[in-house]
Each structure stands twice: as C-alpha cells, then as structure tokens.
C-alpha cells in the first residue's frame, strides 16, 4: 500500500518461516466450479466479484440494535476468497483500522502479508458496519473536512438521528461473529491493525470460542486506558532521540534532539515564523510555523519515515534562522496533495461514530453538553496543574491545537442509546480468552505505542509481544518477507505464538533511519559523509545524492506524482517497482540545481541515478548508486566533465 496513513518503513529482511499448519474448521462450501454465477457458503449464496480478485461477495442482514427491532436493519457486506488449492485447513479474517477503512478495500495488501498461507486457507474479509460494503456512512462536512471537526462531528450525529450510537465496536463484533455462523465458519485465525487490534480484542471478548489464534499489530488497549493517552509523549521524545543517536549524521551535529526543540518551541511561543513551502500538493504556500504546527509535523511522524528522517536537521536549521525545511514539514502535514476518499473506502462518519462510542473521553456522554463542557474544562486545568509535561517538550494545550488530538471531538455528538451504553467495552466475562496471542509493536509508533502494545499483552492470559526495531505504525503491512508479515503468518501456521530464535531475530535487524543532519544553503558548505574527501568536487557529489534521496523522500509525502523541490526546481515520480525519477533543476542548497533520472526500488532499496549539474569544480554529470535501507549501505559515485573522470565510495544518504 503506497504513501497511506498505515504505512511503515519498507524494508526486506529475508524469507518466511513457515511448518505445517495444525487443523482448522474450514468453512462447508460446494465444489461448484469457479464459472458458476453462485456459490454456496454454509447458508448463504455469494456472487463473484473483483475484490479481491477470485472472490465472491455477499451480504447477512442484521438488526440495527438488537434491543430495538424498529430500528429496522442493515446489510453487512463482505469478501470470501477461497483457498488457492481447493483445499482450505482454515479461515483468515483480518480486520482494518480507522476506524473508518473498508477491510475489503486493502483486500490486496492483506493478501500480500498472508502471502503462500492462501493455498490452504480461506480469506474472509468483512467490512464493519458504516465502512466498505456495510452501509457506509457519508457526511458531507466530516468527508470533505470542511468546517470545525467538532461541528462537523455534531452534525453527523444529528443526521443519524437514533442510530449515531449503534456503530460501536461491540454490535460490529456481533455483526462478524453471525457472518461467521450463516457461512458454517467454527474458528477462524484474526488480526487487526490499529484500530483493527481494538476490534479484534473485542471480537475475542465476546466471541471467545471463534479463536484459534490472534495477532495484534500495532495494539492499544480497548479499555484500560484514559483520553489523555499518556504514553504518547514519552514514546515520542524516546522515538526524536533514538531515530539521531542510529544516524551518523544526525549524532555527529552540534545539540541533542530535545534541547533542540525545547529551544525552537521557546522562541516560537514568542514570535511565530511565517515561511513559503513546498507542500504535498505540488504548490507552494504560506506557512506558519508554531508550537502547535511543529507538534502536529513530530506526531505526523509515526505514519512515514520522511519525518524521522528530515525533523531533528529541520529544527536544526530553523534555529539557524532557516525556517524552509521545517515548512516544507509542515506545509507537507497540511497539504497533503490527497482528495478525500470516497466514504466507501474510508468514512469519517464511521471514525467519529466509533470513537465517539468506544473511546473514553474526558467528560460524561450522558450529560448535557454544557456540562460536557464544564467537565472537559476542569480536566484540562487538572492535568495541566498536576502533569503540565505530559508531553512535554509540547504543553498540554500546544498538544490539543495540534489537531493530533481529539480531546473535544464528540462534545456535541448524541446522547448514546441506553440499550448500547457508550465507553471503552471490556469483555463480559470479565476476562480475554486463553488464545495464543501475539501484540506486535513498531519500536517508533507513536499513535500505538509499545507501551501501549505492553497494557493490552498483559490483559491476554496466553500473549507475547514483539517490538521491532526501527519500525513505525503497523508492521504487517510492508511486503510479505517482512518481519511484521513473517511473524504474522508464523502464528497462523504453528498455531502458537511461540516465536523461535531465528525468527524472532528479525526484530532486532531492522535497520535504522539514516537521519538528515543539517541542511545547509551551498554545496560548499554540505557535511561530507564519512569515506569522501574534502574537496569542492566531492561536496558536488554529495549534494546531487543527496538531493536524490531528498527527492525519494517526497515519495512518502505526497499522493501526486510530481512535486517542488526544497528550494526550486521540480520533479516527477512514475512506476512504483521501480520507482523512477525525473529531476528537473531541483535544488536542495541554493547554487546547485540538480537534473537527471534515477529509479529507487522500494523492495530492496537498491538507487541508481544518473544527474546532471552546472559544471563546478569540473563536474558537470555525476551517476551513482547506492542502498537507501541498508544502515551502512556505501554511495558508489563517478564524476566526469572538464577533469579526468573520478570515482568515489562514501556513507549513502
């Protein structure tokens, strides 16, 4: 999946692991061939469809609210591939995140992650009720992110009417355990990403016996925890601070990454700074850089390596009294370059319904909403009073203005049905099942943290959690040699989460996020990596790669194919296997345009560029290649123009 809000670091860390997978109760299905109109599935007959490919569709009516007949029902609709071998030992049902994505609408990287599991396994992809296939729901301020999200919250909730409470994640879970039943299906192996971890704990809650094995990825807990998400702030000075420490040329600047902010946020409360960026969208804006903004740009962090990569020699420079960098971050935040999604593929209205259902919030639901208000008030003056640095170097209100968090979001949402009580749902047998259960954390998540990965293991009697190096949001999702998809399918095919040694070892071999260490204006002036000489020519080639690779960083920033570069020029993106290039007079210092090609390979890393420049120092081409993953991965670089051609070896940036 490219350049989405699940995304983590791409990486290849070697083949699966894989044994014979115990038996599973697979589902009763017909041998009907693949040309029939229907086929029949435990009691249902499903209709071929193109997602994903090999699938056949299908819907199960459900009530509203079970407790409310009147309320009339819905269609909840799904996706059944069955096994590549005609021959199924069990069923797959992964779910998506959001809350607000259609499960069927990743339908494809799920199947990448499963990968050689769906020769003998059915793949069973249900979407939750207001997503995908299941009655999405469309409000027009929430789709099209106009207005005040609060406002736009409260009047998706007002055209809900009675059914703004029936979209929480246990009648949803309800929903999945009785397509289960009408399909003949006894047990299944789940996994969940993100929100989809949230959902699942539910599911397991409530539906125990479904089980055969469960895989959190990127887990928080469904209940256990407050609104104020404490362990965000923590795991994102840990994250600033690891991500500079693994980088040569982040370690090696002047300043630590925190001082560094906490002395930008200062002068920022002070005086805002106002700079033109190069945004997502290929245009260029006004920006204004405050305490907020750069929150929002480090939080942002979570979902992409461009960040980690570029924030700390952003904040550097920004100090320097060169703002562009961090603009561009920030404009990047702001303008993403993406059109909403249409609500059949993620729906607004179905994050804020869930949300505004299941999420524990800073005020009482069941009261008036100018007591809501009251009572968010109070909070907030509490927490600032008792734990002002809660996130910090942040303070409690620069975190709030961030849009990263949601503190206020459901004021005015309605008052929840009482048949479906609104708050964080705990199983209600009072404990999770004895399942094996793996919790996968990304070791530099900070939406889902590991901590937060840690609290729900601790709520599952037969849980272990990995944590993986180096890694972002959501591991399952960035090819299917990677460890994130490696573990996944280890534990569907042993059935156990009993990870051994070997596999397990790939969380430590992630490789760390080569960080940017400073972004000087001339070439003159560029850091020279460890292995190139200090001469004019080599900065030349060291600034051209690098401009290179700032370029290959835009790729996780943007949806467009085509885009600014940090201080002029333009590029284009075409292809996504390789990825290739076009570079016209891009410049990432002032006195170096850079022109070219190059093709990035995102699944193995492997660069080769070809550029051209203004003759200085006797270059004037410059072709190179080198591995963006690979930690300690050397630029092989040959310069050629008015001097005799020359070779040179130095750390990739």
């Not at 109109?37 to 435990?42: D, K, M, Q």
């Not at 021959?87 to 990448?112: C, K």
């Not at 003056?381 to 409690?396: E, V």
């Not at 002036?525 to 290959?552: C, M, N, Q, S, Y």
């Amino acid at each position: 999946m490219r350049r989405s809000g699940v995304l983590a670091l791409a990486l290849v860390v070697g083949a699966a692991f894989l044994v014979a997978p115990t038996q599973a109760v697979p589902a009763q299905r017909s041998t009907e061939p693949a040309s029939a109109p229907t086929l029949r599935v435990g009691s249902l007959d499903l209709r071929r469809c193109a997602v994903p490919p090999r699938a056949w569709c299908g819907t199960l009516e459900r009530p509203w609210n079970p407790a409310n007949p009147a309320l009339g029902t819905l269609d909840v609709g799904f996706a059944y591939v069955p096994a590549r071998s005609g021959r199924s030992v069990g069923t797959l049902v992964p779910h998506e995140g959001g809350p607000g994505y259609s499960t069927t609408g990743s339908a494809a990287w799920f199947a990448e992650m499963y990968d050689g599991l769906l020769d003998d396994h059915d793949l069973l992809l249900v979407d939750q009720r207001g997503t995908g296939r299941s009655a999405p729901i469309r409000c027009r301020a929430l789709d099209r992110g106009t207005g005040s999200p609060a406002q736009a919250a409260a009047a998706c909730g007002r055209q809900l009417g009675p059914r703004a409470g029936l979209y929480g994640t246990a009648l949803a879970a309800d929903d999945l355990d009785g397509v289960l039943e009408a399909l003949g299906i006894e047990q299944v192996d789940m996994y969940g990403d993100s929100y989809g971890t949230f959902f699942a704990q539910v599911f397991a809650g409530r539906h125990p016996d479904r089980l055969r094995t469960l895989v959190l990825d990127g887990t928080y807990p469904a209940y256990g925890e407050t609104a104020w998400y404490p362990t965000q702030g923590p795991a994102l000075r840990a994250s600033l601070t690891k991500v500079c420490a693994r980088s040569e040329m982040c370690s090696r600047e002047k300043g630590l990454p925190l001082p560094l902010l906490t002395r930008l946020l200062d002068r920022l409360r002070e005086s805002p700074v106002r700079v033109r960026a190069p945004g997502g969208d290929g245009r260029v804006h006004q920006v204004r850089l405050t305490p907020a903004g750069v929150a929002a740009v480090a939080y942002n962090a979570t979902y992409a390596p461009t960040t980690y990569r570029e924030f700390t020699g952003a904040v550097r420079a920004a100090l320097a009294g060169d703002p562009l960098p961090l603009g561009r971050l920030a404009a990047e935040v702001e303008f993403t370059g993406e059109d909403p999604p249409p609500p059949k593929e993620y729906s607004a209205g179905a994050q804020i319904a869930v949300s505004c259902h299941d999420y524990p919030q800073l005020f009482d639901l069941q009261a008036p909403v100018e007591q809501r208000r009251q009572q968010y008030r109070e909070a907030l003056r509490k927490m600032q009073a008792t734990d002002p640095g809660l996130y910090a170097p942040f303070t409690i209100t620069e975190y709030r203005d961030s849009g990263w968090a949601t503190f206020g979001m459901c004021m005015q949402w309605p008052v929840p049905d009482p048949t479906q009580p609104a708050g964080p749902p705990t199983p209600p047998g009072g404990t999770y099942p004895d399942i094996p259960t793996l919790v996968i954390s990304g070791e530099l998540d900070t939406v889902t943290t590991p901590a937060e990965g840690q609290l729900a293991t601790e709520q599952f009697p037969d849980a272990r959690q990995v944590v993986i190096d180096n890694t972002l949001h959501v591991s399952g999702n960035v090819g299917p040699t990677s460890c994130g998809a490696r573990l996944v399918r280890h534990v569907v095919a042993t059935g156990s989460n009993a990870v051994p040694d070997d596999l397990a070892a790939c969380a430590d071999e992630v490789p760390p996020i080569r960080a940017v260490g400073s972004y000087p204006r001339s070439y003159l002036r560029t850091p020279l990596p460890p292995g190139a000489p200090d001469d004019p020519a080599a900065r030349v080639a060291v600034t051209a790669v690098a401009t290179v690779a700032d370029v290959i960083d835009r790729w996780w920033q943007t949806y467009l194919d085509h885009g600014r570069g940090l201080r002029g020029g333009t590029f284009r993106f075409t292809g996504d296997e390789p990825v290739r290039m076009t570079l016209k007079d891009v410049r990432l210092v002032d006195d170096l345009p850079v022109s070219g090609t190059a093709t990035w390979d995102p699944s193995t890393g492997m660069v080769r560029a070809t550029l051209r420049v203004p003759r200085s120092h006797g270059v004037d081409s410059v072709t190179a290649s080198w591995n963006a993953t690979d930690a300690d991965a050397q630029a092989s670089v040959r310069l050629s123009g008015s001097s005799p051609a020359r070779s040179l070896e130095f750390l990739a940036p």
